[in-house]
């Protein structure tokens, strides 16, 4: 294959490509709308489109598709080819109308009881400050999804408006600040992503994994993550194939992978890409995800991104590095040399920790999934409990604010290695807490509380909404004054003082931590349905609407289907249990169980005095698991059934599920794990936790 900056972007319609292939004006036309947001003229759209189409064809193309983010946590996409009649014969077309817009046929896809099934068309609408990509001979069109009566059905749209919401708000206050030469700023985004590889011989025989992305039964392998061994390990051999053929596709469509490495638990590993504009690093970590399993594929592996896979080694998280910068190029999120006299830096901060404090609730909803239920206060992830680490510098510096003392800065220790050869450095100040799940990370924030499939747009769209709401509110409250220097200087020092609560730089995995946010009085939301019942709190709902977000029926329906998504999916993971445990479990526990028994009379006919102490114990141990297991089926099975009462109500439903039928699945579980050490590996119907995780 080609050198890296050749396949770098082949196939993407970048910026160069439509340089060479378009007209100066429709480029220039075609850039306004990117950079600044004007809108497009459908003559130019016909031009873009013809030029994207001409490219897509040569290089072997025969369709296109709209490719857009619904509320179903994956992509969705319908394929045109390009064909046109012409005569007998056809050509190749594509308008600017196809480009702009998409009529699919929005019925099956969940909006929250927002549409009646006869206004079930939905538009999707080209986002062009997102390039247009290859994949499979197909031309990607990323856009925006929303219904024939205009509200809003995807993940997209929200975070588009956020960033221009955020930029407006904060282009406001920048000029107050004399920045008079900013006009746009945008939000950036890295997404750290983990993921599972197992082989896929494994994964055919493990229905839950299968059907549900996780292992719903299996005993814990005799070794798991305590010799801290694979993280940062050498990578093997089929692993590194893998990567390697990950990269390069990656590379082609323009996603700045970086950083590979194996992760904490066996099988884990983690991509890293340079971050990017927000709404181009949420495409390019969809895509991203997509490209992770179909890459697997192709090596006899699967990849597995849900947050829990197996029980008693690390989940899978996504780390949300978040920033903001200036059409200047400045970040503002970078405190420079003297953060105690940057009043912007300080401005900025005070925003983000009044956001994170009065929002904190929907940074926890942000992040609640089925699957993140099993991270979310566990001792690997951040806590259910939303707090900030500011580190020893910005602590400090915040601290000072508010006590109206001097600031002594802590000058970046040196780090001596003691070795002649290797070089001194310096070491980074921030970052030192790796348990908080809202870190600044020198001059970025890091959002930890992420699950790894998680779509990065909804707690991309909370932050950047929550953060142009106060900067709005700090807008407002010194434009008029007197003396705006002086005026904020006290803004922010009351705005610290207020908010201190949300500031945590101690260990986030303790009790006492758990206890002090109590007195706090912080959130902690320890589940799905839990943290979901807030979404639709007057604030929360003001917030939206306030800054144009997405609308009250919009939030409701996005109540809705994630509650009943949440509902749906336990649903699923209980009858998938129900079906192992009957058809395959409970019979091959029989089975075994009669050989044992087989075996005893078989000795004790030969000779009374052969012992047979050993097979009637485990005769014994594996006859009363059984009953517990058929008996805890049932319980489980009259749990499922039960559910069908909450059916008019989401939240109830959702609580159920959680409470209640969740709770019956691991009671089944742990029987069912317990009857897995003691029976006989050639009857055990399914691959154990040693080969699925140590097998690749
Ligand atoms: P780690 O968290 O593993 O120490 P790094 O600090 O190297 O990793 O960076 C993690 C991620 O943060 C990378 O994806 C990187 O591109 C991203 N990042 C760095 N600067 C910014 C920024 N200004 N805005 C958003 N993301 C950023
Ligand atoms: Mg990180």
Same mark, same amino acid.
């Given at each position: ?27 220039? *036309? ?21 030029? @994207? ?23 969705? &996409? ?91 708000? *904060? ?38 994994? %299968? ?37 390069? &596709? ?60 197996? *029980? ?72 259910? %409990? ?16 508010? +006590?109206?003392? #001097? ?8 780090? #001596? ?48 909404? @929550? ?47 758990? +206890? ?62 129900? #079906? @192992? ?34 097979? +009637? ?17 049932? +319980? ?61």
């Amino acid at each position: 294959m080609s050198k890296v900056p050749e396949m770098f972007g082949s196939m993407v319609f970048n910026d160069k490509k439509m340089q060479e292939r378009l007209p100066k004006s429709t480029y220039k *036309a075609l850039k306004r709308t990117v950079q600044n947001g004007e809108p497009l003229d459908l003559s130019v759209a016909n031009v873009v489109a013809n030029a @994207m189409k001409d490219w897509a064809v040569e290089m072997g193309c025969t369709h296109y598709t709209h490719w857009f983010q619904p509320m179903t946590g994956v992509t969705a &996409e319908k394929h045109d080819s390009f064909i046109c009649p012409d005569g007998d014969q056809v050509i190749m077309e594509f308008s600017g109308k196809e480009l702009i817009k998409g009529e699919p046929d929005a019925s099956s896809f969940p909006s929250g009881g927002i549409r009646a099934t006869f206004e079930a068309r939905g538009y999707t609408t080209w986002d062009p400050t997102s390039p247009a990509f290859i994949r499979d001979a197909t031309l990607y069109i990323p856009t925006a999804f929303c219904s024939y009566t205009g509200e809003v059905l995807d993940k997209k749209t929200p975070l588009l408006r956020s960033m221009e919401r955020l930029s407006s708000e *904060a282009v406001k206050v920048l000029q107050l600040l004399g920045k008079e030469n900013v006009t746009r700023v945008t939000t950036t985004v890295g997404p750290e992503q983990e993921y599972f590889l197992i082989d896929k011989k494994m994964y055919d025989q493990r229905p839950d994994l %299968i059907y549900t992305g996780r292992t719903l039964f299996g005993a814990k392998a005799p070794k798991g993550q305590e010799l801290a061994d694979h993280y940062f390990g050498s990578i093997k051999t089929r692993v590194a194939a893998y990567m390697k053929d990950l990269d390069e &596709e990656l590379w082609k469509l323009g996603v700045l992978a970086k950083t590979k490495h194996n992760e904490v638990a066996p099988s884990q590993h983690e991509l890293a890409p340079i971050f990017s504009t927000s709404n181009i690093a949420t495409d390019h970590n969809e895509l991203c995800m997509e490209i992770m399993k179909k890459v697997a594929e192709r090596h006899g592996l699967v990849c597995l991104l849900h947050e829990k896979p197996f *029980a008693g080694v690390n989940g899978s998280g996504k780390h949300n590095n978040w920033s903001i910068s200036t059409n200047t190029g400045e970040n503002l999120l970078d405190p420079g040399k003297n953060p105690e006299d940057n009043l912007q830096f300080q401005l900025f901060l005070a925003a983000i920790v009044k956001a994170v404090d009065e929002y904190q609730d929907l940074l926890r909803i942000t992040v609640a999934s089925a699957g993140n239920d099993h991270r979310l206060g566990a001792n690997e992830a951040p806590p259910a %409990i939303i707090s900030m680490y500011l580190g020893d510098d910005l602590g400090a510096l915040v601290e000072s604010i508010i +006590e109206g003392k #001097e600031y002594r800065s802590h000058d970046k220790a040196k780090m #001596e290695t003691g070795v002649d050869v290797l070089p001194d450095f310096r070491k980074d100040n921030s970052d030192r807490n790796r348990t908080s799940p809202f870190a600044f990370t020198g001059n970025k924030f890091e959002f930890r509380a992420l699950g790894s499939s998680l779509n990065i747009a909804c707690p991309n769209y909370m932050l950047n909404t @929550m953060v142009a709401e106060e900067l709005s509110q700090f807008y407002e409250a010194v434009k008029d004054a007197e003396d705006v220097e002086a005026a904020l200087k006290a803004l922010i020092k009351d705005t610290f003082t207020a908010h201190q609560r949300i500031i945590f730089n101690g260990d986030n995995y303790t009790d006492e931590w758990v +206890e002090e946010a109590a007195k706090r009085g912080l959130c902690n939301y320890k589940s799905l349905p839990e943290a979901m019942a807030h979404y639709v709190d007057q604030k929360n709902i003001d917030l939206f609407v306030r800054n144009g977000i997405v609308s009250e029926a919009e939030i409701r329906a996005r109540y809705e289907i994630e509650l009943e998504h949440y509902a749906k999916q336990l649903n699923i993971e209980a009858l998938t249990m129900l #079906e @192992m445990a009957k058809k395959n479990i409970t019979p091959a526990v029989i089975s075994f169980v009669r050989e044992l028994a087989e075996t005893v009379s078989l000795k004790k006919s030969v000779s009374a005095s052969i012992s047979t102490a050993a097979e +009637e114990s485990l005769l014994e141990s594996l006859s009363e698991q059984l009953e517990a297991f058929v008996n805890k089926t049932s +319980e489980l099975e009259s749990a499922v059934a039960e559910a069908d009462k909450y059916s008019g109500d989401v939240l109830a439903c959702a609580t159920y599920f959680r409470e209640k039928v969740f709770a019956k699945m691991e009671e089944l579980r742990a029987v069912g794990d317990s009857m897995e050490t003691e029976t006989s590996a050639n009857y055990w119907p399914y691959p154990s936790y040693g080969e699925m995780l140590f097998g690749v």
